[in-house]
């Protein structure tokens, strides 16, 4: 077993906070497990929680949407979120919630060595990239961490409710496109 699988079977046991009583599964992530890029999202809602994949509801429409506008195909990203159970009602993730998953987080991100994170919402970017991150102030500035260029955009389900975001979201992802094709060896946009 490599340790991409041996480490999402561990992850499929994981019982480190009060979320596994109430999934249905565990939403590991999904995409390429060689990718130059990795989106990480809150964690996962309803549809996500049924099938065991991240993104696969509206919102998840919406994200390939996005992610067609700048000619990047999602087979060739890695998708997941801070947590990997679905909290109740898609409340956002309590601090103890993520306190107990991101070390998940953090073996994938080892495993995939991204050139590039996107943080898909305020609670990944501030889980990721600072914890006083501003969504609306911050979404596409661009920071380094470990040789890694991080930023974060709104999450797909904000836009979904206030479309008015989308023009600035639009520039968001021609800035991501840009920065993968000057960082991206085998990701082409």
Avoid at 22 to 51: N, S
Avoid at 165 to 175: G, H, I, N, W, Y
Wanted: proline letters at 4%.
């Amino acid at each position: 077993m490599d340790r991409w699988e041996t480490l999402e079977a561990a992850c499929l046991q994981c019982r480190g906070c009060a979320l596994e009583q109430t999934r249905a599964h565990v939403v590991f992530g999904d995409g390429a497990t060689d990718a130059e890029i990795l989106l990480v999202g809150e964690g996962p809602g309803q549809h996500e929680d049924e099938q065991g994949l991240p993104f696969v509801g509206k919102a998840g429409q919406l994200l390939d949407d996005m992610l067609e506008i700048i000619h990047l195909d999602r087979s060739k990203v890695y998708v997941t979120n801070i947590v990997k159970c679905r909290p109740p009602q898609n409340r956002d993730p309590l601090n103890v919630e993520q306190d107990a998953c991101i070390g998940w987080l953090r073996k994938q991100t080892e495993l995939l060595r991204p050139k590039i994170i996107v943080c898909l919402g305020r609670i990944a970017a501030k889980a990721i990239i600072k914890d006083d991150f501003r969504i609306t102030a911050e979404h596409g500035q661009w920071f380094q961490r470990g040789g890694v260029q991080m930023t974060a955009i709104y999450h797909p389900s904000a836009l979904l409710r206030d479309v008015s975001k989308r023009p600035e979201t639009f520039q968001d992802l021609k800035s991501i496109q840009a920065k993968i094709r000057e960082l991206c060896v085998h990701t082409e946009v």
